[in-house]
C-alpha cells in the first residue's frame, strides 16, 4: 500500500453516483485531453468493486474513439482475456487483438466475437485499434513504433522491473489498480535493494510515483460491490489515506434464508451475517497444524447450510437466490484451499473445476479481482504460533475480505489478537523505504517521533494494525462453536 493523495476530492458530494461520476470524468479528461505540460503518466487508485474495469473499458472507447491506436497490458492470461471479453462485447465495432504466447492460447470467451483476432505474432495485429496482451508477452515484442497510448491494468500487481521491459512501446499511460491488494510476487530475494527507489519488487505504481513526483493519483471514491456493513471497515483499516464509501446503504441488500435454522451454530452464524454482514465463527483456541481438519470441516459445513438453507439475495440488481458459483471460499495457502475442496466434495458439494454451478475455492492471490455474494474466509493467523510477515501482509486480508457482495463468515480459532500481541514485527527498519504509519500508531509510539521517522523513510506493520481492526469488528458477530 502506498500513501497518495487524490487530484480529486470528491467526498464533499452526497450522491455516490454524482462522486464516482465526476471521479471517472477527472479521470478521462486526463487521460484522453491531457493538459499542455501534464505527466506523461495517470494513475488511479480503485477500492474493491469501484469499477476498475468499466474505467478501463471506457479510456480504451475513449481513445480509439479520438482517433488513436492503443496497447493494453494485464498482468495474467485471464485477466487479458476478461479485459477483451469486456471490449468486444462494450464496443463491436472496435477492433480488437488479443496478442499470446505459443503455450498460452487465449479462452474461448475472448475469441468468441468477431471482432476479436488472435495471434502470437505482434505484426499481425498492428493495424487493430486495441491489442492486449500480458507484461510478460509485452516484453518480447521488438521493432515495432511506439504506441502513444497504453493502459496498464492492475497495476499495483506489476513489478517495476516489468514496466520498465514494457515502458520503451508507449509514450502515454493510464496506470489502473487497488493499492490495498497484496504486493507483486517474486521468488528472488530483494534485500539488496530494498529501501532504494528502483527496487524492482515495488510494485509499478510505488516505482512511478517514485521518480514523478509531479504525478497527483486519482481515485475512484465508491465500491459499488462492498455493502454498507463492509466499505467503512474496508476503508479504515486497509485505505486509510484513500478513504472510500459503499454506493449501497443501509438495508438496501438482504440475504434472506427460505429455510429455519437448526439451533446450530452455523446456522447461527449464517444469521448473523446475514443480518449484518459478518459473523466470526469462532472454535476453540489451539496450535494447529496449517491444514486445521476441524477448521477446514467447519467451513465446509457452513458452505453447506449457505446451499440448503435456499437464501436469496436481494439487490440493486434484483432477488437472485444464493447458488454455489455465488459463494467462495477464501484461504491464504494452497494446501488449506486443497484440504476444503476435499471437504466438499466429500459432501456432494461441486467445487472449481466440476462441471456446471460450483463453489469457489482458492487462495487469496487467486481471488483477487473476483466478485460473489457471500464468502467464507478462513482467517490466515487461525491456529497458528507465530504472526509470521507472510500471514501478516495487509493485501492478503484485505483480498479475503472484500470479496463480497452481502456478507462473509469468517472461521477461526480464539488467540488471535493474543498471538498478534505476542508476535510483534521484528522486520529492520530501511532507510528510503515507503512510509507506513497506520491510523492507531501515533499513541503507540508518540506523536512526537512520528515526523522524525518519516523524514528517516521508516516503515511500520501495518498488517498488524489491519488486523487488530478486522477482529475487533467480527468480535461483534461472534459465534462460538
Excluded at 22 to 48: C, E, F, H, K, N
Excluded at 81 to 87: F, G, I, P
Excluded at 144 to 170: C, G, K, N, T
Aim: aromatic content about 4%.
Amino acid at each position: 500500500m502506498t500513501s497518495t493523495v487524490s487530484f480529486l476530492d470528491t467526498t464533499a458530494l452526497a450522491d455516490p453516483g454524482a462522486a464516482a461520476d465526476a471521479a471517472v470524468s477527472a479521470i478521462l479528461d486526463a487521460t484522453v485531453r491531457p493538459a499542455p505540460g501534464a505527466p506523461r503518466g495517470v494513475v488511479v487508485d480503485s477500492p474493491p468493486g469501484a469499477g476498475k474495469s468499466t474505467l478501463v473499458v471506457r479510456a480504451a472507447q475513449e481513445l480509439v474513439g479520438s482517433g488513436e491506436r492503443l496497447m493494453i497490458v494485464a498482468q495474467t492470461n485471464s485477466q487479458v482475456d476478461d479485459l477483451v471479453d469486456r471490449l468486444a462485447q462494450k464496443a463491436p465495432d472496435m477492433t480488437i487483438g488479443r496478442l499470446h504466447g505459443a503455450d498460452a492460447l487465449p479462452a474461448a470467451e475472448a475469441l468468441r466475437h468477431p471482432n476479436v483476432t488472435a495471434s502470437g505474432k505482434p505484426a499481425d495485429l498492428l493495424g487493430l485499434d486495441v491489442v492486449v496482451a500480458t507484461a510478460a508477452k509485452w516484453q518480447w515484442v521488438r521493432d515495432v513504433e511506439p504506441w502513444r497510448h497504453a493502459i496498464v491494468d492492475e497495476a499495483y500487481q506489476m513489478r517495476s522491473d516489468a514496466l520498465l521491459a514494457v515502458a520503451r512501446l508507449f509514450e502515454r499511460a493510464l496506470f489502473v489498480g487497488d493499492p490495498g491488494q497484496l504486493d507483486p510476487f517474486t521468488v528472488v530475494g530483494t534485500e539488496q535493494w530494498s529501501g532504494l527507489s528502483h527496487d524492482p519488487s515495488n510494485s509499478a505504481v510505488v516505482t512511478l510515483l517514485a521518480h514523478n513526483p509531479a504525478i497527483q493519483p486519482h481515485r475512484l471514491p465508491v465500491s459499488w460491490r462492498l455493502p454498507a456493513t463492509a466499505a467503512p471497515l474496508i476503508s479504515e483499516a486497509f485505505y486509510p489515506y484513500t478513504p472510500f464509501r459503499a454506493g449501497t446503504g443501509p438495508g438496501d441488500r438482504l440475504l434472506v434464508p427460505a429455510a429455519r435454522a437448526d439451533g446450530s451454530a452455523v446456522d447461527a452464524a449464517i444469521d448473523e451475517a446475514a443480518e449484518y454482514g459478518w459473523s466470526l465463527l469462532e472454535l476453540p483456541a489451539r496450535h494447529t497444524v496449517r491444514t486445521d481438519p476441524q477448521a477446514v470441516a467447519v467451513v465446509a459445513a457452513t458452505v453447506r447450510r449457505l446451499l440448503e438453507r435456499s437464501l436469496t439475495a436481494s439487490s440493486e440488481q434484483g432477488h437472485r437466490p444464493l447458488t454455489a458459483d455465488r459463494i467462495a471460499v477464501g484461504t491464504a495457502h494452497r494446501d488449506q484451499a486443497a484440504a476444503v475442496r476435499a471437504a466438499l466434495a466429500s459432501l456432494g458439494i461441486p467445487v472449481d473445476g466440476t462441471a456446471g454451478q460450483a463453489v469457489t475455492v482458492d487462495t487469496a492471490n487467486r481471488l483477487q479481482g473476483r466478485e460473489y455474494d457471500v464468502t467464507v474466509v478462513l482467517h490466515p493467523l487461525s491456529g497458528r504460533h507465530d504472526a509470521t510477515a507472510f500471514h501478516l501482509e495487509t493485501g492478503r486480508l484485505c483480498v479475503l475480505a472484500s470479496r463480497h457482495r452481502h456478507a462473509c463468515i469468517v472461521v477461526a480459532r480464539a488467540g488471535i489478537p493474543e498471538l498478534l500481541d505476542e508476535h510483534p514485527a521484528t522486520d529492520p527498519v530501511q532507510l528510503g523505504s515507503a512510509v507506513r504509519i497506520p491510523q492507531g500508531w501515533e499513541s503507540r509510539i508518540g506523536r512526537e517521533v512520528v515526523p522524525l521517522l518519516e523524514r528517516v523513510g521508516a516503515q511500520f506493520p501495518d498488517g498488524w494494525e489491519a488486523n487488530h481492526r478486522v477482529l475487533a469488528e467480527l468480535v461483534e458477530h461472534r459465534v462460538r462453536l
